[in-house]
């Protein structure tokens, strides 16, 4: 725990003088959801709309000015229905 608190803070750990890097283990299913995000993602991006994969796998960018989070592309799809631009962005993806 006192590991990954160091590791927040900085860019480069080392262990014997030795640099070591670690990495978020997902599980299959974390991986693949956030896979599933992948095209939506490179479309929010195209558009400047600051998109993130948030832990463990959840969408979430900046529209008119407020950052939404999606849990999943359901929520996403009703969000989308009261937002006609955003509609248009993701008309072929959803």
Do not use: C
């Amino acid at each position: 725990r006192e590991i990954l608190k160091a590791a927040r803070g900085k860019h480069a750990l080392t262990y014997k003088g030795r640099p070591i890097r670690l990495v978020t283990d997902l599980s299959f299913e974390t991986w693949q959801a956030r896979k599933n995000w992948h095209e939506i993602f490179r479309v929010l991006d195209r558009k400047n709309m600051q998109p993130r994969i948030l832990y463990p796998a959840s969408l979430s960018f900046r529209i008119e000015g407020e950052i939404k989070v999606f849990p999943n592309k359901q929520k996403l799809k009703e969000f989308d229905t009261t937002k006609p631009g955003l509609q248009e962005i993701l008309r072929e993806i959803l």
